[in-house]
């Protein structure tokens, strides 16, 4: 039985995953929140998984590295400086960081950057996210990843072609731009949709999350996945098969 040690355990995600944790046979290797000790439950775990805060990131990082185990990161809103310390940490235990763990939404993201790539710069897109009123990072990290993907299908640059926030008078889209809208509001566990917008028709690519639960099974299977694992970054397709 593999021992999963959870970051933010007391917390949305952390419940639904320490059930998926049991559910799937595994152990519970213990949670750490706030200032827990993450050394201790790194060194009892044979993988570390964190679901917590951008501001924990470093710490859980530093603690994969000490202990010499493989961790999970899915935690959102993260910036590029989150992105250097999982590129760093990679190098010493391996690392998988992704805004979404669920089947659904690594296959959606390989049909996005399909239609991307197909379809081309006559066809505007727009990526719409739908989360509960606690969400307090936007756009999400799923929506950023498929906006990522939809950039790869295009062989662009997403930074350089993200159109986030529009308020007041923004003159026209510009074309090639990748648009993002995020919705807040009631228990929502997360709707993502890609438009394809194109001269007289559309095409909506879309998943919807009924709970949490969907996210907790594939990280267990992702934390199972990363045991052994030489150090470096993996993916989510990777982990699934896609
Ligand atoms: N990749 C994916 O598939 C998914 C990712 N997420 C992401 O997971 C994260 C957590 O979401 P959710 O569970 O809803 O959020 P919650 O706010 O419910 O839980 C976060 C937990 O992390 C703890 N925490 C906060 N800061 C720290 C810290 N510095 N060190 C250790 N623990 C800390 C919180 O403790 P306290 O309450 O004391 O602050 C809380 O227990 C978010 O970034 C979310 O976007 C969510 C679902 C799926
Ligand atoms: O905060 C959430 O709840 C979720 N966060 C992730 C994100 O930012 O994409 C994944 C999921 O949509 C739920």
Redesign the pocket.
């Known amino acids: 039985m593999a021992r999963i040690g959870i ?8 419940q639904a995953l320490v059930d998926a944790v049991l559910a799937a046979g595994e152990t519970h290797a213990g949670g ?3 200032g827990d000790d993450l050394a201790a439950l790194a060194a009892g775990s044979d993988v570390l998984v964190d ?3 951008p ?2 990131l470093e ?1 859980s990082l530093d603690a994969a590295v000490a202990a010499g185990v493989p961790i999970l990161i ?4 993260l910036e590029e400086r989150h992105h250097f310390l999982c590129d760093h940490a990679a190098e010493h235990v391996a690392v998988l960081q ?5 089947l659904g939404v690594t296959l959606l993201a390989h049909l996005v950057r399909e239609a991307a790539q197909r379809l081309g710069e006559d066809w505007d897109i727009e990526v719409i996210e739908t989360h509960h009123r ?2 307090v ?1 936007a756009p ?2 799923t929506a950023l990843l498929l906006g990522q993907a939809a950039a790869e299908g295009r062989g662009v640059d997403l930074a350089g072609h993200s159109e986030r926030g529009r308020d007041g008078i923004t003159g026209a889209r510009a074309r090639g731009a990748i648009g993002f809208a995020s919705l807040r509001g009631g228990t929502v566990a ?1 709707d993502h949709t890609v438009q394809f917008l194109g001269n007289d028709e559309r095409i909506a690519l879309s998943h919807l999350a009924e709970n ?1 639960r969907i ?1 907790a099974r ?2 267990v299977r992702a934390a199972q996945w990363l045991i052994g694992k030489p150090a470096g970054r993996y993916t989510m397709p990777e982990v699934l098969g896609l």
């Open positions: 970051i933010g355990s007391a917390g949305r995600m952390g750490a929140d706030k679901f917590s805060s501001h924990a710490a899915g935690t959102t809103g992704t805004g979404n763990t669920s606690m969400k990072d999400s990290g997360g949490r996210f594939g990280a």
